[in-house]
């Protein structure tokens, strides 16, 4: 039996529904774009905590990423998304998320229409798919701005992160 292909709506980069495509056609054309939530998890201790992504992801194994992040069930909303992503990839249901902005995702190879929002939990966290994330840490903002960082970070964590960078210049904090 062959596996069902997975499927996200698509988007002109005005956010213009054009449709469905594959997962893998999304990833492979910069000139179609998908529906992508993340979510910044932070303690209370206001460090942000990081995923660390598996060795068997074909992009950026073992790269440091986004909290949680993931795609647009066909129909999903984005909130809705965001508290599925943190029980599938965290082991969590989230008390509240707080919308933080959207941008638009540039990559080489594909282009994501991204909300962010935040949440607060200290834990524990469960993340029982090891194709998926191998590591959880806490970062301090000041460390992850700092210009050498000694971690690898992600490229879609890197654009993440100057996301947040612009946000805190305007309203001065997250939490």
């Not at 879609?156 to 904090?173: A, D, P, S, V």
Request: charged share 25%; with cysteine.
């Amino acid at each position: 039996m062959t596996p069902q292909k997975e499927l996200l709506e698509i988007f002109d980069y005005e956010g213009n529904y054009l449709g469905l495509l594959d997962r893998k056609t999304c990833h492979n054309n910069p000139n179609i774009a998908h529906k992508a939530v993340h979510v910044l998890v932070f303690n209370s201790k206001k460090e942000l905590i990081l995923q660390k992504r598996s060795s068997k992801k074909e992009l950026y194994p073992n790269f440091w990423d986004t909290s949680v992040g993931g795609h647009l069930i066909p129909g999903e909303n984005y909130y809705d998304a965001a508290i599925r992503e943190c029980k599938e990839e965290l082991g969590f249901e989230p008390r509240s998320l707080t919308f933080l902005y959207t941008y638009k995702a540039f990559f080489p190879h594909e282009t994501e229409l991204v909300t962010t929002y935040y949440t607060i939990f200290d834990g524990p966290y469960i993340f029982q798919n090891s194709d998926e994330v191998s590591e959880i840490k806490a970062f301090s903002l000041d460390e992850l701005f700092a210009t050498c960082v000694n971690h690898q970070l992600s490229p879609y964590f890197l654009l993440e992160l100057e996301q947040l960078k612009k946000f805190i210049k305007k309203h001065g904090r997250v939490i």
